[in-house]
């Protein structure tokens, strides 16, 4: 099982330039995450998806849009970036155990830079 | 919301001297508690989590965790420090109702271990 996997690793855009994240995970969760971390910030959600076809805001949505089309996928898109946008973004996804999400699987992450 | 509080961003111990990482959380119903750990330019990887069975809670790489009610905390601890365990460090707590599929995750803790 490769895990959680994101795409690209790397990427650096202007400002105003729209770009898409792409996490594709194998394990057949239901829940998936979008996470940005910053130093001293921790780690904000973004937007989640509690199954294929839902997405829900999380901490800091603004400026971001997210669509889960089939399980194993979720995307991120910025659609007009920003230099507050530079960051580190993590998607992670997580099971069901006994009917409860539980704990988080994480992907190595996609650093982003807007200038 | 659920919330979590890690004391000190920064701790640094000597190889060999015990690791202290503090961890309190703010639930009114015992939660979910997870300690996860991340390498430099990595992703999040489990260290241990609590899901309200035993309140002593050992994971991974030698560390333990122990869930006290009565003083809302879950402070991570390995007996003999190693250079290999420099890293930053995330308590999290989970979420409840409205907000369960949800980790909310403190600031982090980064470790250094001098030789």
């Known amino acids: 099982n490769a895990g959680v996997t994101q795409t690209p690793k790397f990427r650096v855009l202007k400002t105003g330039q729209s770009m898409t994240l792409l996490c594709a995970q194998d394990?057949?969760?239901?829940?998936m995450y979008w996470y940005r971390q910053d130093p001293g910030m921790g780690l904000r959600l973004i937007h989640y998806?509690?199954?294929?076809?839902?997405?829900a805001k999380g901490e800091v949505p603004d400026g971001y849009n997210v669509s889960r089309l089939k399980k194993q996928n979720f995307l991120l898109g910025l659609e007009s970036a920003a230099p507050s946008q530079t960051s580190v973004y993590f998607c992670?996804?997580?099971?069901?155990?006994?009917?409860?999400?539980?704990?988080?699987?994480f992907g190595p992450g996609t650093r982003l830079t807007v200038t | 919301a659920q919330s979590v509080t890690q004391l000190g961003s920064h701790v640094s111990v000597s190889e060999g001297a015990l690791v202290l990482l503090r961890c309190n959380y703010s639930?009114?119903?015992?939660?979910?508690l997870f300690w996860y750990v991340q390498y430099p330019n990595q992703g999040l990887q489990l260290l241990l989590k609590?899901?309200?069975?035993?309140?002593l809670v050992k994971g991974i790489n030698g560390f333990e965790a122990e869930f006290k009610k009565s003083e809302t905390s879950f402070h991570l601890t390995k007996p003999s420090a190693h250079m290999s365990d420099a890293a930053e460090y995330f308590c999290?707590?989970?979420?409840?109702?409205?907000?369960?599929?949800?980790?909310?995750f403190g600031r982090g803790t980064q470790l250094t271990v001098w030789p």
């Open positions: 999290a707590v989970s979420g409840r109702g409205s907000t369960l599929g949800r980790l909310y």
């Open positions: 394990m057949n969760h239901e829940y």
């Open positions: 609590y899901t309200s069975a035993a309140t």
């Open positions: 639930s009114s119903v015992p939660p979910y």
């Open positions: 992670a996804s997580s099971p069901l155990a006994g009917g409860l999400p539980y704990e988080q699987y």
């Open positions: 998806s509690v199954g294929e076809g839902t997405t």
